[in-house]
């Protein structure tokens, strides 16, 4: 059996959000054919299996990404996240939740929390 995978990985840049896109087919577990393809586009009008947001420790998606991603899947992106830190209280940098994609067109949408504010070594390409 062959499976397909489509994995959208989309980095904000100065000016625009550069998506990083990639096809993974798979005939048997271990035998992986990787097409790699780098695209200048939104993230939210992408067709994938996962959208992962860098959400902050409150899933409060008032700005850049997370804000397009709310504005273009619904309120109710939102809200499922503001009952969740209701529920479990703030997240920890590292962690992740599995959201309802709602209105965006992938399968799922994955909240992970990241570092904020830190400093990182960078390296242009």
């Given amino acids: 059996m062959r499976s397909q995978y489509n994995i959208s990985i989309f980095i904000l840049g100065d000016e625009n959000i550069i998506s990083y ?27 994938a299996h996962a959208i992962i947001n860098a959400a902050n420790t409150s899933l409060m998606h008032n700005g850049g990404v997370a804000y397009a991603i709310r504005q273009r899947g619904g309120i109710l992106i939102q809200e499922e996240s503001l009952k969740y ?14 959201a ?12 992970a929390v990241v ?3 830190v400093k990182t070594a960078t390296k242009k390409i």
């Fill in 85 to 98: 830190i209701k529920e479990h209280g703030q997240l920890k940098v590292g962690d992740a939740i599995l």
């Fill in 21 to 47: 896109s990639s096809a993974v087919s798979s005939k048997e577990p271990g035998s992986e054919n990787v097409r790699v393809q780098v695209v200048q586009g939104d993230i939210t009008e992408e067709s």
């Fill in 115 to 117: 570092p904020y504010g």
């Fill in 100 to 111: 309802k994609p709602r209105d965006l067109n992938c399968f799922h949408l994955i909240h």
